[in-house]
């Protein structure tokens, strides 16, 4: 967050006292949430209550080929998909109240895989990940659903792959924000070699906080399992907008000599 800092003069017995105010701009961190293949928004709404308690702005929104566009599911593709992420971004970093440098995309699964890809097109400070999917590069343009029906993907998915050989996972090795990497300790469709990937391509993030979520599933199924991510992705957030802050008023405040 931008913080603004004013000199005055306060008047007191004849004379007048300097003194600084320092003071945030009217801009909030944003958070954007991305949902995965078969979600919604409605997924994250909850979250973002619990997110723009913090001091944030936050913004859901469906992804091409799901609820009012479901009509395109079978023919929308990944291309498709980080378009509307990109025209999700644009218009909520265009908005008044939001601090377009200080901007957190929280994605689930498929949502994670767009939002690595995002932080290569637009500013992206903070990216956290739970159980982000991982796709082979080609068939970019093929339908999204074609991709979900490849026998051959758990077993690449359970590969160690080089960060070189992946347009997410090279995506993840030029990011130097924050990351926090959430796994499910039972997932059925996210293999622990995915999540390795993902943790080695991430190597020179400022910071990279990996956490599993014990027992859970992949869909956390549970409201124990839902409510252990929420706490993780919270305090996360706090931590780092709570470090933006402390940072941007360090910045605007004389040091001392």
Known sequence: MKTRLDSFTIAV???????TLLQPVTAYPG???????????????????????LGCACLTFDLRGHEATARHRETVTRAD?????????????????VDAAS???????????????LSTVRPVRWLALRAPALYKDEGWTLPKCELNGDPRLRDWRSRPL???????????????????????ERDEIIPEAV??????????????????????DHALSTKTM?????GLLLNWLTEMIAGARSDAFSEAAPHDA
């Open 13 to 19: 017995d004849g004379e007048g006292l300097s003194g």
């Open 195 to 216: 999540i390795d990937n993902y943790r080695a391509a991430c190597a020179h993030a400022r910071s990279l906080t990996v956490r599993v979520i014990a027992g859970a």
């Open 103 to 117: 901007i957190a995309v929280v994605g689930i699964s498929y949502g994670g895989y767009l939002a690595t890809l």
């Open 226 to 230: 839902r409510h252990a991510y929420t």
């Open 81 to 97: 998909n980080l378009t509307d992420l990109v025209a999700a971004y644009d218009w909520f970093a265009s908005q008044r109240h």
């Open 31 to 53: 958070v954007l949430f991305v949902h995965g293949w078969g979600g919604s928004q409605q997924h994250d709404l909850a979250r973002a209550r619990d997110a723009a308690a």
């Open 162 to 184: 080089h960060w070189e050989a992946n347009r997410a996972l090279r995506a993840c090795a030029s990011f130097r924000g924050d990351v926090l990497l959430v796994a499910s």
